[in-house]
């Protein structure tokens, strides 16, 4: 199970809430990438536009197609606008040791305190984005 960082840290959520916001995060460049491959995709055929009836539910392929690109939409901005509260030199090494499992870049003024510390903040921001707060 992930562990956040819990001393001295304001930005502490559920567990179930910090490790589904952290999978959606790591999920980052699957998402974008599948994104692209919907849009990119071929418009449906006659057939598949058609309304069909299934267990007495309309299913339309178009909608189904913009609710899909909607909610992967509201993920990746909310990954995108949550990067925007990190300072610029901690930004590339949190992101990377979400989505990458990269080491943080370590040096005499960033320790792993001050990285776990952004770390927190940055879950914690996608997950308010993301209305789990």
């Given at each position: 199970m992930?562990?956040?960082?819990?001393?001295?840290?304001?930005?502490?959520?559920?567990?179930?809430?910090?490790t589904?916001v952290?999978?959606?995060?790591?999920s980052y460049?699957?998402?974008?990438?599948?994104?692209q491959n919907i849009?990119?995709?071929?418009?449906?055929t006659?057939?598949?536009?058609?309304?069909?009836?299934y267990?007495k539910?309309?299913?339309?392929p178009?909608?189904?197609?913009?609710?899909?690109l909607?909610r992967?939409?509201d993920?990746?901005?909310a990954i995108?606008?949550a990067?925007?509260?990190?300072p610029?030199?901690?930004?590339k090494?949190?992101?990377d040791n979400?989505v990458f499992?990269?080491?943080?870049?370590?040096?005499?003024?960033?320790?792993?305190s001050d990285?776990d510390?952004?770390?927190a903040?940055y879950?914690?921001?996608?997950?308010?984005?993301l209305?789990?707060?």
């Open positions: 992930l562990k956040q960082l819990v001393t001295d840290n304001p930005y502490i959520l559920d567990d179930e809430i910090y589904s952290y999978f959606i995060i790591k460049t699957v998402l974008k990438e599948k994104y849009l990119d995709s071929s418009p449906p006659i057939k598949e536009t058609q309304i069909t009836t267990n539910d309309q299913v339309n178009t909608e189904q197609k913009a609710i899909k909607s992967m939409s993920n990746i901005n995108e606008q990067q925007l509260v990190i610029v030199p901690f930004r090494g949190v992101f979400i499992g990269t080491v943080y870049p370590m040096n005499e003024w960033r320790r792993r990285w510390k952004w770390k903040l879950v914690y921001t996608v997950a308010d984005i209305h789990f707060v």
